[in-house]
């Protein structure tokens, strides 16, 4: 605890060279040990208060202001935003051209619900998921219609698409079907999702090399994936079964869903595209979040915001690129 606490106290001291010398100091010197616990046991105090107090403040702002009332974004990260939209413009074409189904997923879906059908104010990706079905239609469907245009993809976990080397990008994941029409409960659920978290442990991925296009996901660890998907955990799908995110992926929680409240799919624009979203949205991300309706417990994108904290000239004018070429809004100004 002690040397918690010494850490923190240094961590204020700009020069290493003293920063070092100081929490040698402080963690060496036995004469001045009674001071350094008064000192350390009023600082806990401090803490301790500061931390109260935040808590309070964060309840009060949770249950007193109202997140959907907040302004949209601006600067950068709409910029970012925007660049997004694009990418998701020119899929959304090609999915209708090839009978492709997809609908908003997570943030995107929240945004979609919770900010007046836009953006999350603080995202800076979309997130959209189809059936398994169409998913695998992807990469042969993608590599002819990408082959003559600045887009690519990347499969890992989920479906990434990109612009040039544009650090924005729409994030695709796939829904499996189950069993069952009725969802697995209890002790069935959990046997469910251990076996399905086992499996998935299976897969060799680095997302930040994925990430930075250094180390894609083998197909061979897919295809072992996807084999002990059918032997062990679905040997049979029911035709209306009951839904989860793919084997494959990592997902902020291992929802399962009924088939009907996600189907049938509800046609919506999203920024002057259509699309669709959950024929129950509410519940689908009410089981996934919670209280998705409320103030979350970070403002920061899943990925950060660093690109649009940190926009190099080069990807600001890619931005730009992108924006002007398939923005679906004609006006475009201020974009």
């Keep these: 605890m002690k040397k918690f606490f010494v850490n923190i106290i240094c961590a204020f001291i700009p020069s290493r060279k003293k920063r070092h010398k100081l929490r040698k100091r402080l963690l060496s010197t036995k004469e001045n040990s009674c001071i350094e616990s008064i000192q350390i046991a009023e600082l806990s105090n401090k803490l301790d208060k500061c931390i109260e107090n935040i808590n309070n403040l964060e309840t009060l702002i949770k249950y007193t202001k109202n997140v959907t009332k907040i302004d949209s974004s601006t600067g950068n990260i709409a910029l970012v935003q925007k660049a997004s939209i694009s990418i998701f413009a020119f899929f959304s074409k090609i999915a209708k051209k090839h009978g492709l189904k997809f609908w908003l997923d997570s943030g995107t879906l929240i945004g979609f619900l919770r900010h007046n059908g836009q953006f999350v104010p603080w995202d800076d990706d979309i997130d959209i998921c189809m059936l398994r079905t169409d998913y695998e239609k992807l990469p042969k469907i993608l590599n002819e219609e990408f082959k003559n245009n600045e887009f690519s993809y990347q499969v890992g976990e989920i479906t990434r698409l990109y612009y040039k080397d544009l650090h924005v990008w729409v994030d695709i994941f796939p829904m499996d079907i189950g069993y069952s029409e009725t969802p697995p409960s209890g002790k069935e659920y959990d046997n469910f999702i251990k076996k399905l978290n086992h499996i998935k442990s299976y897969i060799d991925f680095d997302y930040y090399k994925w990430l930075a296009h250094q180390k894609p996901v083998s197909q061979k660890y897919l295809d072992n994936c996807y084999s002990m998907r059918d032997t062990e955990l679905i040997k049979n799908r029911h035709p209306k079964g009951f839904l989860f995110y793919g084997v494959e992926t990592s997902v902020r929680t291992r929802t399962v869903y009924k ?47 660093s690109i649009a904290d940190n926009m190099s000239y080069e990807t600001y004018t890619l931005c730009h690129e992108l924006i002007d070429k398939y923005y679906p809004i004609k006006k475009r100004k201020n974009a």
Excluded: E
Excluded at 259 to 287: C, M, R, S, W
């Design 259 to 305: 088939n009907d409240t996600i189907f049938p799919l509800k046609p919506v624009k999203f920024y002057g595209i259509n699309t669709y979203i959950p024929q129950n949205a509410d519940l689908y991300l009410f089981q996934m979040y919670g209280d998705y309706m409320n103030w979350p417990n970070k403002f920061s994108s899943y990925h950060g915001t």
